[in-house]
Nanobody
Framework: QVQLEESGGGLVQAGGSLTLSCVPSWNIFRFSRMAWHRQAPGNQRELVASMPTRSGSSTNYADSVKGRFTISSDNPKNTVYLQMASLKPEDTAVYYC??????????WGQGTQVTVSS
């Protein structure tokens, strides 16, 4: 069973920054894409950012986070990051890491809470 372990969530003031980390139990290259999603109370889970694990396809961001969030990977550390800057109270949510296999099957982490105070 593949596990994706997220960390880095917490409480931050509006305008602040946080970096989330996701470490899969499989080598990151076994996934075709890695992504971060978020879910706020009462809302559906939404895609925040996604990236290919190898070159050849695009990195995508939700319009609401473009210019503020950056998804990246450190392959020797087998880690995917979500760097979040200029945080807003509306960014408050549980953030989930997702790993997508070439078959399309996906794995999810347990989530990490991000709370942005105004």
């Amino acid at each position: 069973q593949v596990q994706l372990e997220e960390s880095g969530g917490g409480l931050v003031q509006a305008g602040g920054s946080l970096t989330l980390s996701c470490v899969p139990s499989w080598n990151i290259f076994r996934f075709s894409r890695m992504a971060w999603h978020r879910q706020a109370p009462g809302n559906q889970r939404e895609l925040v950012a996604s990236m290919p694990t190898r070159s050849g396809s695009s990195t995508n961001y939700a319009d609401s986070v473009k210019g503020r969030f950056t998804i990246s990977s450190d392959n020797p550390k087998n880690t995917v990051y979500l760097q979040m800057a200029s945080l807003k109270p509306e960014d408050t949510a549980v953030y989930y890491c997702q790993g997508i296999l070439p078959s399309g099957y996906t794995y999810w982490g347990q989530g990490t809470q991000v709370t942005v105070s105004s």
